[in-house]
């Protein structure tokens, strides 16, 4: 049975006429006559009476019941599959940073729930170095998080830039310097973020370049649990620069200038190459990667 062969019936029962059905679904009588006769012989009955004028048996018209209303549901389903394509709409699985969750996403998110309610999000946080295995794997629908390790299977787009920089306690012995060098942080206690992280795989990286092996006091998961600790002046710590906004302006951190570690890193939207993407994430990555660099790193 086929959705062409309820629609031939259909439309007899409402000619009345196997010619006049067939001029309508542009078929020929025959055509016309063998669409019925599969249907007779699949379900073993007789569905029409051909003597003129044509007319539906009493199976006929039980069949016709059921077949109206297969065919609504086809064409129910026909008109929400063209509604994805004009308001999107569908559930999206984001993993991200615990620091790029909490001072990006409440901008982003809020834009996309008020122009597309449809739209349902879940956030996942976890360290950035989980973030592209998870999206590769298909547990996240896409990820934010830095781009520096390039993955061929993942499609990538910069969002914006960040930096990383050395903070510290107003009571810290360093809080009144504007610029320090990498050399000066080995003997002070620092406050570190855990391996897993990309931010700590930097500032290891720098270390070991200069040669300087820190005198680490703690390790945390978090930017945010890493700045806490700081605040309580128990050591100081590099961190990402978009993630102290709040505190530099309540004065609850001191932002020290480290030469060798102004390096720029890219942020950005992954997601895996040649996965079907649905309204909702489609919808989603257009507004993301549609969006100035502002909209990210603005302090406001």
């Given at each position: 049975?086929?959705?062409?062969?309820?629609?031939?019936?259909?439309?007899?029962?409402?000619?009345?006429?196997?010619?006049?059905?067939?001029?309508?679904?542009?078929?020929?009588?025959?055509?016309?006559?063998?669409?019925?006769?599969?249907?007779?012989?699949?379900?073993?009955?007789?569905?029409?009476?051909?003597?003129?004028?044509?007319?539906?048996?009493?199976?006929?018209?039980?069949?016709?019941?059921?077949?109206?209303?297969?065919?609504?549901?086809?064409?129910?389903?026909k008109q929400k599959l063209s509604d994805?394509?004009?308001?999107?709409?569908?559930?999206?699985?984001?993993?991200?940073?615990?620091?790029?969750?909490?001072?990006?996403?409440?901008?982003?998110?809020?834009?996309?729930?008020?122009?597309f309610p449809m739209i349902k999000t879940?956030?996942?946080?976890?360290?950035?170095?989980?973030?592209?295995?998870?999206?590769?794997?298909?547990?996240?629908?896409?990820?934010?998080?830095?781009?520096?390790?390039?993955?061929?299977?993942?499609?990538?787009?910069?969002?914006?830039?960040?930096?990383?920089?050395?903070?510290?306690?107003?009571?810290?012995?360093?809080?009144?310097?504007?610029?320090?060098?990498?050399?000066?942080?080995?003997?002070?206690?620092?406050?570190?973020?855990?391996?897993?992280?990309?931010?700590?795989?930097?500032?290891?990286?720098?270390?070991?370049?200069?040669?300087?092996?820190?005198?680490?006091?703690?390790?945390?998961?978090?930017?945010?649990?890493?700045?806490?600790?700081?605040?309580?002046?128990?050591?100081?710590?590099?961190?990402?620069?978009?993630?102290?906004?709040?505190?530099?302006?309540?004065?609850?951190?001191?932002?020290?200038?480290?030469?060798?570690?102004?390096?720029?890193?890219?942020?950005?939207?992954?997601?895996?190459?040649?996965?079907?993407?649905?309204?909702?994430?489609?919808?989603?990555?257009?507004?993301?990667?549609?969006?100035?660099?502002?909209?990210?790193?603005?302090?406001?």
């Open positions: 049975m086929n959705i062409n062969q309820l629609e031939t019936l259909l439309t007899i029962s409402r000619t009345m006429s196997f010619r006049k059905a067939g001029e309508i679904l542009n078929l020929t009588q025959p055509a016309v006559s063998a669409q019925i006769k599969s249907l007779e012989d699949e379900f073993k009955t007789v569905l029409i009476d051909r003597n003129q004028p044509v007319t539906l048996t009493d199976r006929g018209q039980v069949f016709l019941e059921h077949a109206e209303r297969i065919l609504n549901i086809v064409e129910e389903l994805l394509n004009q308001v999107p709409q569908g559930h999206i699985i984001i993993g991200t940073t615990s620091t790029i969750a909490i001072q990006i996403l409440p901008r982003v998110l809020t834009y996309i729930q008020n122009q879940t956030i996942h946080s976890m360290p950035s170095s989980q973030v592209m295995p998870a999206v590769e794997q298909g547990t996240l629908d896409i990820g934010i998080t830095y781009l520096n390790d390039r993955n061929p299977n993942m499609e990538a787009s910069t969002l914006y830039y960040d930096t990383y920089e050395l903070v510290v306690a107003p009571a810290h012995p360093m809080s009144n310097l504007k610029h320090t060098t990498v050399e000066a942080l080995k003997d002070i206690p620092m406050i570190m973020l855990s391996p897993d992280t990309f931010g700590r795989r930097f500032v290891d990286q720098i270390f070991q370049k200069y040669g300087i092996s820190p005198n680490i006091v703690m390790e945390l998961s978090s930017s945010e649990e890493v700045k806490r600790m700081v605040e309580l002046n128990l050591g100081a710590a590099v961190v990402s620069k978009l993630s102290i906004t709040n505190e530099l302006k309540q004065g609850t951190l001191r932002m020290i200038k480290v030469n060798e570690l102004e390096l720029t890193h890219p942020v950005g939207v992954v997601y895996r190459s040649g996965r079907y993407l649905n309204s909702a994430i489609k919808q989603f990555l257009s507004d993301l990667k549609g969006m100035p660099e502002t909209q990210f790193i603005s302090s406001e």
